[in-house]
């Protein structure tokens, strides 16, 4: 079988703790994530009081990463990858 031509990386504001029990309560397994990313790895902007998830932490190509949220504030920094 052909391996997936995508990586998968959890990268939420929440607290790692809070995130980590959620995750693995879901079934988000080691298999199917790469990595997790929390508010620690996140900028926060202190005029608006919101957390930014700034993709270039991933180290990869940006024109070939996507950030998934429900909050159009966290790809504030990278606006052409958040849906």
Known sequence: MAKAG????IFTC???AYADRT????GCKAKS???RLYRENCDYKASDNIY???LR???GTLS????VDNNTHSFELQ???GF
């Not at 995508?6 to 990386?9: C, P, R």
């Not at 070939?64 to 950030?67: E, G, H, M, N, S």
């Open 6 to 9: 995508f990586e998968v990386v």
């Open 79 to 81: 606006p052409e990858n």
């Open 23 to 26: 995750l693995d309560q879901l």
């Open 33 to 35: 994530i790469s990595r």
């Open 52 to 54: 930014l998830k700034d």
């Open 14 to 16: 929440s607290k790692k």
């Open 64 to 67: 070939k990463t996507i950030l």
């Open 57 to 59: 932490i991933l180290n």
